[in-house]
């Protein structure tokens, strides 16, 4: 899930890597504010507005953000842990910059693409025979939404390399 969420890391040395783990540092930060953000929506919409939730939904949206909290705070915990043995950053540096890593990696992000668009594609034609314009309309919008961002992605890679 690493890749998933950081860049392909180049790091040459201890020092470039420690760098691209503060990175990651960051991201797991952002990981935390976007779990207490969730729940503090959720906790104001519940009781402090009239639209309210259900306990299920404000359960379901606590739980969301207490794991994004639970999640980004290992990350940062395994992240100090790293940075404090030598032997051990320098061995997941070298297993992170493996080129059979990086290709496992290329695979698995097009396979999962694949399969995410197929889902949609069901849940499309499944809202057009249900004649529900809510899941038909959601998935054309995801669908739209992949592709393009796709397009706009590959476009902004291939001017930067």
Not at 94 to 121: F, H, K, N, P, Q
Request: aromatic share 12%; charged share 25%.
């Amino acid at each position: 899930m690493r890749s998933l969420f950081s860049p392909v890391c180049r790091a040459k040395n201890n020092e470039e890597y420690r760098e691209v783990l503060g990175k990651r540092r960051f991201r797991f930060f952002l990981f935390i504010l976007a779990g207490l953000a969730t729940e503090a929506v959720a906790l104001y919409v519940h009781f402090c507005t009239e639209i309210g939730i259900s306990e299920y939904h404000l359960g379901f949206l606590l739980g969301l953000g207490a794991g994004l909290v639970i999640g980004g705070a290992a990350g940062i915990l395994k992240i100090r842990r790293r940075l404090r043995d030598e032997e051990k950053l320098k061995e997941l540096r070298l297993r992170e910059t493996d080129e059979r890593e990086l290709g496992l990696d290329s695979l698995a992000l097009r396979g999962t693409a694949r399969i995410l668009l197929g889902v949609m594609y069901v849940l499309l034609v499944l809202g057009g025979i249900l004649a529900n314009d809510m899941l038909l309309w959601l998935s054309w919008g995801l669908i739209i939404i992949f592709l393009l961002s796709f397009a706009l992605l590959r476009k902004y890679y291939e001017s930067k390399f």
